[in-house]
């Protein structure tokens, strides 16, 4: 019966099985939330186990052939695997545009010279870059983006089951034309403190010019400090749209992945 879970001796639930595993595996491997890379790998692994248990019902009603060898099982692990990754660096794109804005406004704004640790990779980054990476993960969570990525691997296994998965022509054209918003939304979040900051460097250079004595090159640190951090806080209330924005638009693009790897 398929409705026991851990009847180990059905050979199309084990197939199933690993090839779920193998794609919310792949998933996973780019989910770029603070602390992912340090989690230590065995935990990894039981979230993977647990995220595939989770969607049991899901990917069970859908079984895979049990008439699997090994070329099978390999091209099948191979397609699951890239679909995998492909939905990963989706999301992976859409939480790097707050990143992308932050590293031009702290080039303008002088927060290069302040680092702290980032809590992906543990190296030393601007103060500014890491404070818009834990802003992107903090509205991955509290925009409800974790429950539709959850929704989208559910619908993944329905619209391309275990072992039947494939990408589509043109998905790579489409995740870069995705990769395009990086620089196109970044600079919109940007742009406002930017332009302010250029009109800084403009009327410190013109009072400089006028009045050379004033030394006002060494009020320019300061001042693009102090423009840049009260223009940024009320600027923080429009960032929910533009990553709903963003979501939308790779869920856009998870769709037409998902929807070309429907072998029927």
Known sequence: MRSNPFNVLDDAVLFGFLFTFARIGAVLAFMPLPGMRATPAPAKIILCLVITAALWPVWAARPTHSDMNIPKLVSGLAAEISLGLAIGVVVSVVLEIFQFAAQLVSLQAGFAYASTIDPMSGADSPVLVTSAQLLAAVLFFCSGTDRIFFRVLAESLVFSPPGAARI?????????????????????????????????????????????????????????????????????????????????????????????????
């Open 168 to 264: 589509p022509p043109g998905s790579g054209d489409a995740i870069i034309h995705l990769g395009n918003t990086i620089f196109v939304s970044g600079l919109r979040l940007a742009a406002p403190v930017m332009v302010l900051l250029l009109l800084a460097d403009i009327l410190l250079a013109v009072f400089g010019r006028l009045q050379p004595a004033l030394q006002l090159t060494q009020l320019t640190f300061p001042v693009k400090l102090a423009a840049s951090m009260l223009l940024l806080a009320p600027l923080v209330r429009f960032y929910p749209r533009f990553f709903l924005d963003a979501v939308n638009q790779g869920m856009g693009i998870i769709e037409r992945l998902l929807s070309g790897g429907h072998t029927g």
